[in-house]
Nanobody
Framework: QAQLVESGGGSAQPGGSLRLSCAASAYSLQNKCVGWFRQAPGTEREAVAS????????YYHDSVKGRFTISQDNAKNTVSLQMNNLKPEDAAMYYC??????????????????????WGQGTQVTVSS
């Protein structure tokens, strides 16, 4: 059964860094859209970063541009999210998700969670001093 598992969450101080990893089993992340999403209590889930693991294109929410970096490791079948210069507003439950990119579309974060059928269980990120 296909499964996505996130890891790497935890607590950081403002300005600190965390690295999240999304590992897939029984499911290849190659040639997919893989996205990182987050949801804080009382807010809607938002897409923060995504990658087209086939073409390599990367997309970021404006709020994380220049601070977060999404990357893929095909050998390990993982997609990671390096989060630098963390801010208190980055605190949330982070989820990874994957979908097949439909012909003629991109993996842009502007598409939100549309079409993402495989989801991990989430990993908590806390940012506080």
């Amino acid at each position: 059964q296909a499964q996505l598992v996130e890891s790497g969450g935890g607590s950081a101080q403002p300005g600190g860094s965390l690295r999240l990893s999304c590992a897939a089993s029984a499911y290849s992340l190659q040639n997919k859209c893989v996205g990182w999403f987050r949801q804080a209590p009382g807010t809607e889930r938002e897409a923060v970063a995504s990658i087209d693991t086939g073409g390599g294109s990367k997309y970021y929410h404006d709020s994380v541009k220049g601070r977060f970096t999404i990357s893929q490791d095909n050998a390990k079948n993982t997609v990671s999210l390096q989060m630098n210069n963390l801010k208190p507003e980055d605190a949330a439950m982070y989820y990874c998700a994957a979908k097949i990119r439909e012909w003629g579309t991109t993996c842009s974060v502007l598409s939100g969670s549309s079409g993402y059928g495989y989801w991990g269980q989430g990993t908590q990120v806390t940012v506080s001093s």
